[in-house]
């Protein structure tokens, strides 16, 4: 029998569960028993709540096991593990588990599957098909692909992709850039992360098909300071992809010209928004820019600059390998294509779900993610990170889709949910929303500066029971203030989290049934 | 005495980090967070020492330096733990455990020990949403904390 190979995750919630010391037993156990086997280290499946997630090759199959614990080692090989054979743990073939079964994986197809640092591997499944057909048709079939294929902005603004990338290619200039937005602060949110961590090269492949459809030699990965994996990694395929000529002069032979590099944030969560990242890539303080001129006409260093949330660039693979129709066949109204939905705290099976647009809220949370991790009751969830609305559970039949959240007066923005129980006080939490806007603020606009400080200092008095009726007025009139008069979502946003909490959990409050409660 | 795993401050090796990245595109954000890597935080002298090189104003290099949450203008404990204090995790209890560390060290959220031993912070999100509440120690991840985790995190900052 060939040499079995073991899969054990490299995945910053892998190792935060402890991931690295189960590799290690493991490896010291197998080295006891004088087996040969081979562990390799990939990338997570998303399927976080299972993490450790140990795989092994059978030929029926890869098998799964987890949570697995370093002193289960001895027990798992002791029932079989690597001949796939059943243990406590033992969780079946690993794309027979429901949460993986019901997805449909187009953007994070090869995630958990390969080893992210082998090209050969990533080769193997798909990978680099993508750009060989945008050699192969030219720049601009590749942008019009990319137009057809209904993609929007998987940042939160869900911007058309295709009109962006349209703009900066008829946008004559000696110099243009490609940036990866991959400043993924929302809490909830771990889907850049995963895709950098479990198949980075799908991320450069989708760069650079950027670059040679827009004319862009140059590109820069944006990526926050938190994720220091996600940043090695990418350094290390960069350079892979760099010696196999994928980057560089003439890649593939298209005579086009195209590399990147990585650049780490530093604790900013503002330089998510798209004209602060780009001040800080300029070695700037990260204060948010007015727009027009848009970052397509004038970006990066006053050049045409395509700045892409990373899981739309890591979409355009898949987009031009499998054509944009076939992109677009998925989805809902102007939604089109799959998600990456993350379903996160306070939730029995979090990770990342992608589907479809269209899937309601409660079949995510109830269904999919299995309700709450305490068994207690939800009583909320915010979605779209800390700028997102709380939606109740009598919300629960919203469909995940721009509009129809938008309706709601909510957001899907980056695709997080976060589940709250019974026992979490919306006053609190709506407090928390001014707290961390006044802590992120980059001073520019006023209602955002200000007004997130005199929102916090109102809550405190409601929440003090201090003039009710009369403070709650004032915080609806500086929450209509901050949305409508500041310069970026920071600040316009932060009011979703505040007047939702406020609309549907009014008893949070300390409020009577009838409050001057203006939802908008 | 100098922080563990840091150099002590020298205006020659600052120079030398400056000279290696200054030619990039965009050079004060590498620059500093090389500076950081160095020595731990970023000291005072470094900041005129930019400005020259790249030719800004020092006024200019301070608002960076100033502008972002992760660099330090003080040397940080031996040990840093940064607890999650956002949202996720605050849905699984952050709350109460960063209250119980805070006990537990003797410190205040953002505080040093006096004895240079532990530097205690927030942060907000590591990404470990689906497994919160989470902490960094050192660099190192730490996934579903509780009081148990908490302690053996206030042990290992402690020895």
């Not at chain 1, 192969?136 to 998987?154: D, K, M, N, Y």
């Not at chain 1, 987009?319 to 998600?339: H, V």
């Not at chain 2, 120690?137 to 148990?148: H, N, P, T």
Request: proline residues 6%; contains cysteine.
């Amino acid at each position: 029998m060939s040499t079995a190979r073991i899969f054990v995750p490299n995945d910053a919630t892998a190792l935060a569960c402890g991931a690295d010391r189960v590799a290690r037993t493991l490896a010291e156990a197998l080295a006891a028993r004088g087996t040969e086997a081979r562990i390799v280290r990939n990338g997570s499946r998303g399927l976080f709540w299972l993490e450790p997630l140990v795989e092994v090759e059978t030929p029926a199959g890869r098998v799964s096991y987890g949570p697995v614990k370093p002193s289960d080692i001895p027990a798992l090989l002791d029932a079989g593990m690597l001949e796939g054979k059943d243990h406590p743990l033992c969780l079946g073939l690993v794309e027979e588990i429901p949460y993986l079964k019901k997805q449909t994986r187009l953007t994070f197809a090869r995630c958990g599957i390969i080893d992210p640092l082998s090209l050969d591997d990533y080769k193997a499944h798909g990978g680099y098909k993508g750009l060989a057909k945008a050699v192969e048709i030219g720049p601009s079939a590749t942008v019009e692909e990319v137009f057809q294929s209904g993609l929007r902005g998987r940042g939160g603004a869900g911007f058309p992709t295709g009109i962006k990338w349209r703009t900066v290619a008829a946008t004559s200039a000696d110099q243009k850039y490609i940036v990866c937005n991959a400043d993924e602060g929302d809490s909830g949110t771990f889907a850049d992360r995963l895709i950098m961590e479990a198949d980075p090269f799908c991320l450069i492949e989708g760069m650079t098909i950027a670059g040679l459809a827009v004319g862009a030699t140059k590109g820069y990965v944006y990526c926050r300071s938190e994720y220091p994996l996600s940043l090695a990694v990418m350094d290390k395929a960069i350079a892979i992809a760099r010696k196999a000529g994928l980057l560089g002069d003439n890649v593939l032979g298209s005579g086009l010209s195209f590399d990147m590099e990585m650049r780490m944030g530093a604790g900013a969560y503002v330089c998510g928004e798209e004209t602060a990242l780009l001040e800080s890539l300029e070695g700037k303080r990260g204060v948010v820019r007015a727009k027009p001129p848009l970052p397509a006409i004038k970006g990066l260093f006053q050049k045409p600059t395509v700045i892409n949330n990373l899981i739309s660039l890591a979409t355009v693979p898949v987009i031009l390998e499998k054509g944009g129709a076939f992109y677009r066949d998925f989805g809902m109204g102007r939604s089109r294509g799959t998600m990456p939905i993350q379903l996160a705290g306070n939730i029995k099976h979090g990770g990342l779900f992608e589907t479809a647009f269209g899937i309601s809220l409660g079949e995510l949370v109830n269904d999919i993610g299995g309700g709450t991790a305490s068994g207690r009751p939800v009583k909320a969830v915010q979605a779209g990170g800390p700028l997102g609305a709380y939606l109740p559970v009598h919300q629960f039949d919203t469909p995940f889709d721009y509009e129809a959240f938008a309706a709601k007066d909510a957001l899907i923005g980056h695709g997080g949910i976060v589940v709250f129980d019974d026992t979490v006080d919306m006053a609190h939490m709506a407090r928390f929303a001014m707290e961390f806007c006044a802590h992120e603020s980059c001073g520019k606009c006023t209602p955002c500066r200000i007004g997130s400080t005199r929102g916090k200092e109102t809550l405190d008095k409601i929440m003090a029971g201090e003039r009710r009726e009369a403070n709650l007025a004032i915080l609806t009139d500086l929450c209509h203030t901050m949305k409508l008069g500041s310069l970026c979502a920071l600040g316009g946003f932060t009011p979703y989290p505040v007047m939702s909490a406020l609309t549907h959990f009014p008893e949070d409050f300390g409020a009577s049934p009838k409050l001057p409660m203006a939802a908008e | 005495m100098h922080q563990a795993g840091y150099e002590p401050w020298s205006a020659e090796r600052a120079s030398q980090i400056i000279e290696t990245h200054r030619d990039m595109a965009g050079a004060a954000m590498p620059i500093l967070h090389a500076i950081q890597e160095a020595f731990g935080f970023v000291p005072e002298p470094v900041v005129p020492m930019i400005a020259e090189s790249l030719n800004l104003s020092r006024a200019e290099v301070h608002g960076v330096v100033t502008f972002y949450h992760d660099f330090r203008r003080e040397p940080p404990g031996r040990h840093v733990i940064k607890l999650c204090a956002a949202e996720a995790c605050q849905s699984m209890g952050s709350d109460a455990l960063s209250d119980y560390a805070q006990e537990r060290l003797g410190l205040e959220m953002g505080e040093t020990s006096a004895d240079g031993r532990v530097t205690l912070e927030p942060i907000f999100c590591l990404g470990l949403c689906a497994c919160a509440p989470a902490a960094m120690i050192d660099g190192r991840l730490v996934g579903r904390l509780d009081r148990e985790t908490i302690d053996e995190l206030v042990a290992e900052a402690n020895r």
